[in-house]
């Protein structure tokens, strides 16, 4: 009976999450073709909203911790639901993604990727989209802001390993920037797929600075390692074995 009710309290909450994305996304989308700062504080806006009516709706607390960056730079983190998105970007300043290409064209996510200057990556052409993502920040087309890169390349279930990615490593020896790593443990509450959402705490952790300059193995080795460590460490805390 409990898992019904919880079942139904997750459904109602992910209805009003769209329609609130609907609504926002739309009724902003004039004063966001003013100025791109105000297609940020949108983004920020519903990212808060989704967190406070999940604390509510369905029992999920969320908790975002360590330092938030607020300077260029680039950011590797965990990803496991949509959770995890809103709740790095109801922190930061200036996110901006490396989406799937298909996104471009999604009402509501795919405007306000283009407005947030996110970059479009088609599945198995990576290497050419790094590659003209590195030309636009050359040229200066690129806004400056957090760049936000899941390193393992899509939503990942609790408890699966799935390698890290080169791209990141190639992002970072290019641009020259630090990277900050950033751990979770949300998809054990809010799953990958599927309606049901457990009550709990849900927490995201911004962790100490990689530095630049380091060579291409060892900064992927480096922030595979804190990433996965951490997360691991935070699901354990949620009562979740990842091993």
């Excluded at 809103?86 to 795919?110: C, D, E, H, N, Q």
């Excluded at 791209?167 to 790593?181: F, K, M």
Aim: proline share 7%; charged share 20%; with cysteine.
């Amino acid at each position: 009976m409990g898992y019904a009710i919880q079942w139904v309290r997750s459904l109602l909450f992910t209805v009003q999450m769209y329609v609130m994305m609907a609504l926002m996304g739309i009724g902003c989308a004039p004063i966001v073709l003013l100025h791109r700062k105000f297609a940020y504080r949108v983004v920020r806006g519903y990212s808060k909203w989704v967190m406070w009516t999940a604390g509510w709706m369905i029992g999920l607390k969320t908790e975002v911790r360590g330092t938030v960056p607020d300077r260029e730079i680039l950011v590797g983190a965990k990803h496991q639901s949509f959770l995890d998105i809103l709740m790095i970007t109801s922190v930061t300043p200036k996110p901006k993604f490396i989406m799937k290409a298909s996104l471009r064209w999604a009402p509501v996510l795919g405007w306000y990727g283009k407005w947030l200057a996110c970059i479009p990556v088609n599945r198995g052409r990576r290497a050419e989209a790094i590659k003209s993502m590195m030309e636009q920040v050359k040229s200066g087309k690129m806004p400056g802001g957090q760049l936000i890169i899941y390193p393992q390349g899509t939503r990942v279930a609790p408890g699966v390993k799935t390698p890290y990615k080169v791209g990141i490593s190639v992002i970072y020896e290019e641009t020259g920037q630090e990277c900050l790593p950033v751990a979770c443990n949300v998809g054990v509450f809010w799953p990958r797929i599927g309606i049901y959402k457990k009550p709990g705490t849900a927490v995201v952790e911004f962790l100490p600075i990689i530095p630049a300059g380091l060579k291409r193995d060892e900064f992927l080795k480096t922030l595979e390692q804190r990433v996965e460590a951490r997360s691991n460490e935070l699901m354990l805390d949620a009562g979740f074995d990842p091993n």
